[in-house]
């Protein structure tokens, strides 16, 4: 079993998370974070915070001579701007000059958590609640990845919608092919394979720009070469799926996941819903892959298909609030910050969906069978 | 915090589950169990086995002189049917008549258990797989119900499509309003409160049933008058659209899930998605519920709106599958089952749902602050 | 990894249990069962409820052919007392004629238990608090300890001291052996290897019983054949010794446990407490086993020993409690109980043990490197 | 309920630790953290280490203006001795001049992780093994500490025995005034309240610091003023003695644990091995304290009293290992290291056991009754 912590305000003085339970062995190297890291800070019109931060990650622990050590995994991203933040963020001390955020963000965490905390400065809950908590979920997935990598399974990550604009992407693509298509020269601002979709969304995202408004989309992620049998049927908080929408879920501003044709198979009926087994050259094989390469909690063989519904960033023009010192109701006034945060959402998810995985897929050959298990122990 | 665990295979001798957590002082009676379990075998086309079985449920522990005792609530759910089935379930003896089931069904556990656990007999896998478990889950799920009920929290669930046919529900319901639309006469038999769609469901099931076809569809629950701040951003695990997605997503058939308008939010900007504060006499407020009474993974005080969809039912005609003694393709016989599940569905997450949310809301007068912790302590 | 959950009180209707992750394919008889449950009751100047109380269990669940089917296990027994009790345990009515406990016993949970439950009436506590709740984890104990069997493991669990006078088992004892001695015809009623001892034990609890008081003493489980690397250094949790006092500690009324010769250890210079590894035959060996199996908090090849320390059970004469309901100090009236239940106790460790080691050597061989997890996977 | 991760070998870059669920506002200051952690450098005859390390603890998140956020607290204390290991401990590449570590040492978890991990190089395992990572579950602890202090609980912790050598410390001693006697000039050395054992000890580790032996011991710890009810008798993984030996058990070195006067109970008739209630002035009493605080597996109101066994730590002379590259028995060559450990385990005893009550204790007001859950949500 993998299982992690992270730590860190938006603005504070770092990040650190610890990832606990992977097995000794996997290769590791300073690259393989820097180059996730980086992809992360990529896409068009992001917030002017990429050119503050490179969020590099130091590896504190769990790491000897380019392999992992099977002890737990520390890594620290210090936060570059901290000092310019030093009056809001002061660990020790309230500065006199200190004004307190009274005005809850709509679809932020402020208000809900100003309830829980019972506090009246925003700052206290906005902090944490920031996605920024995801660059560590990201650095924590890097072992979680090669682990997958050196196993065989390959996945790919990509933008599949921007507000009400589909991409076009062929059914039943191969990830190497989306893969490919993704390091094309223009494809990293959107992340998409699909390069005749760009000029659209460009022109999505400017005028959105333009207006103070942000954006929402759709994000798909796709793991292939897994081993049948992951996750199980026998106890419902086993079910891969269910473990998965978890994950998925824990993203902030995802409000939908779905898996494989999800949607579409409730509108259909049966016979056009199921993928049906057929026998090839002496092997049991499928020509279509409905069920997103889950059935009854288990990975299937086939490839896993998931879809996660972001909404638009919530610092956006046209909102109102109210401000809980003078209880008068004023306009949002937003921050400059994404347009849209599509691509490091689907780079995101193919992150913590590796670490679900590499969790489930350890955990799998744990001797599923009296069989199994009498062959590991001898 | 509420944990449980249930056991039992579809046609074995019984179901049994413990809940554990459950504070001193709840409220219980066997009419709460009964009148819970004959709604979830209500619902119009469903599988003959509802004559069968009444899931009369039996309390063996953790309840006395008609409240709950802080002790772990032990329940029995005798399969009824066993007898009939004690051939293929016998726990001791393999009959020599047995025959073993071969054919993997398309869209059920069968192909991936048998994978798991290295089995050429899918009854093995089915008979856990099945949907019947979440009968425990349903009954289960009382304690909690009424727990909730005594802090004043109300809910309503529903039907809210059929393949591809929409019911018609007037956005802003109130709870109430929709639970007595759903006590009308023939609300029961497809659970929804618009009895105008009646007639276009019962066509298209009975549809489906001539063709050997079965149907999906989505549910909606709602859950009104919920503290704020259940749930929390401070760690990924904790939010409770995160924790409320896994319990949705363990539900056999169930592929896709969206918290209040997520879909639709996704494909909007920033200032139609989402839900304003407005100030009206002296109090905060607001005119819309977008985000489904979640904001940064802690309910936000409105009402909490979670739909599910699931695809159609897997013994269904028109699909082939492949004898692995013969290794060859053949047609899918399917059993005389339900046609769609959508009533049952909907009850069964009603009833996870209310596990988890008073699981999430007991945790959260565990003291988040430390003045509340004085309070309590003294 | 395997869990459990028990619920039932010690006068109600059942005790229910659930034990989730035994691997597939593991042998089971009813037989099984009924061995173990009957050796529970064996002992000296037990209880008359084991003249009531034979402790049958029923397999509910799991179980198919005479294998596990790698679904949870359900059990159930039956309280054959029930209906004598049913004024007192009465699920759903309160009888006018019940009289509520109102005099905690010293010794047990009915205090504490009171203050956290908010209740007069020490019965809500004291029924759930009986060590009767150990007759279920000992049912539940019987797939692992199967599986432990398949692999080889032996054990043996016996009575090393009653009171202040100790048994006489020689150092570095084999465990078949003592499995040995303890099958011997005057063996069981006090479960030890020495039979030597019993007549003074026989003088001890007779003497004690005529007094109306009870004994304590200490007991010992020893676990062969386990293979090295159970448990983890890595984190602190995951430590064997850390998991295992955890499970002894849960056990009603003991209140000290040991590893190897641990107390001893802490009285000794380095040199003596530890235990040196010589090459014999080209092979890594050792000549003591001060450690008790357990180094690092990984089991270390050697023999696991472990010593509980049980206080005497607190239904005894000479105790002064005070009536809650008059304020007044009055005396402990004992019910008729046992006089030592050092046996059962033996017993249940054996059992609850075999729980967790069989859960801690299923975890082990889930990849603990990349190249054993490759083999796995492949 | 708190939770935590800590990651770091002992010669590595860092330590680094994570906290999780410490309610908001708790008062800190950095003094909290460097008054805690040089006790635990304290001690006579400490390894030389004490002179490079100071332990400094940076706080990377989770406070705010001098008061805990609700957010996870990150620590990390950095490794001061790092480059002089870089050798042996590189992250990235392995030195053409590095000696790997093939002679196990006896009593630690050199051999057993060899197994389990597949290492020939014991350091793989020794760095992480060490107990150097308490350092950081001693800094995790100061949030808890401060919080129980917050809530009127006190606590104190020395040592009872070195070797076979105890200390004379008065029956039914009040913590304040063992705090206070643990205050004067001559009592942090040895972290006793008993002066006059003191001459007896230093001869006691002069002795084996000349033979080149460590020695072992036993050291209590005692919390006062906790509310009964902590902890829980309806499941067995809940009750307060399992998770605190549990906890007892995580630390390296110990090997047995002892609530109050347990293993004297276990020698004693019932009559006097349970503490009687009396009514004294309209309330009930207690005159003494063998349970040490637990019933039931509860707090009971009495003082907590836990006792551990230390054995001598395994870097001593007179052992023999095996060099399992030449496969030849050769002597142990010990470290130069600390004699004996006794008052940096006490201390780190009261930490852990610190933040595992005050997880409890948390858990315990988060609603046990209908009545209290009302009153919380209202």
Chains 1, 2, 3, 4 share one sequence.
């Not at 990832?19 to 992809?39: A, N, R, W």
């Not at 380019?66 to 620290?76: V, W, Y």
């Not at 760009?198 to 005028?207: F, T």
Request: glycine share 8%.
């Amino acid at each position: 079993m993998l299982r992690f912590l992270t730590a860190g305000e938006s603005h504070g003085q770092a990040l650190v998370g610890i990832l606990d339970g992977i097995p000794k062995g996997v290769p590791l190297c300073q690259k393989d974070f820097s180059d996730l890291m980086k992809k992360r800070w990529d896409g068009y019109r992001r917030s002017p915070r990429k050119n503050i931060e490179n969020d590099s990650v130091e590896i504190l622990s769990g790491v000897r001579f380019g392999k992992t050590l099977g002890s737990p995994i520390g890594l620290l991203i210090k936060n570059l701007d901290y000092q310019n933040h030093i009056d809001s963020m002061n660990k020790w001390e309230l500065s006199p000059d200190y004004k307190p955020l009274t005005t809850p963000l709509p679809g932020h965490a402020d208000y809900a958590g100003g309830k829980k905390f019972n506090t009246d400065d925003f700052r206290d809950i906005r902090e944490r609640a920031s996605a920024r908590e995801t660059a560590m979920r990201n650095a924590l997935s890097v072992p979680a990845r090669k682990l997958l990598f050196e196993l065989g399974v390959r996945s790919a990550a990509f933008v599949r919608k921007i507000g009400s604009i589909s991409s076009n992407i062929s059914e039943n693509y191969s990830i190497s092919e989306v893969s490919a298509a993704l390091e094309q020269e223009d494809a990293s601002a959107f992340l998409t394979p699909d390069l005749s979709v760009v000029p659209s969304w460009k022109n999505l995202v400017d005028s959105a720009a333009e207006k103070g408004q942000t954006l929402g989309g759709m994000v798909e992620v796709c793991f292939g070469n897994l081993p049948p049998g992951i996750g199980s049927h026998t106890q419902s908080d086993l079910r891969i799926d269910s473990r998965l929408a978890a994950i998925v879920l824990s993203i902030p501003g995802v409000k939908a996941v779905e898996f494989g044709e999800g949607i579409l198979q409730s509108q259909l009926e049966g016979a056009s819903a199921h993928d049906s087994f057929y026998c090839e050259d002496g092997e049991i094989s499928r020509k279509s892959n409905m069920a997103g390469g889950i059935e009854g909690g288990m990975t299937n063989g086939m490839p896993l298909v998931i879809r996660a519904f972001m909404k638009p960033l919530p610092s956006t023009c046209g909102l109102s609030t109210v401000d809980i010192k003078t209880m008068k109701t004023v306009a949002v006034k937003p921050e400059r910050t994404d347009v849209m945060a599509l691509p490091a959402l689907a780079i995101t998810l193919e992150s913590v969906i590796s670490i679900e995985i590499a969790s489930a897929l350890i955990e799998n050959f744990s001797g599923n069978t009296l069989e199994k298990i009498k062959d590991l122990v001898s």
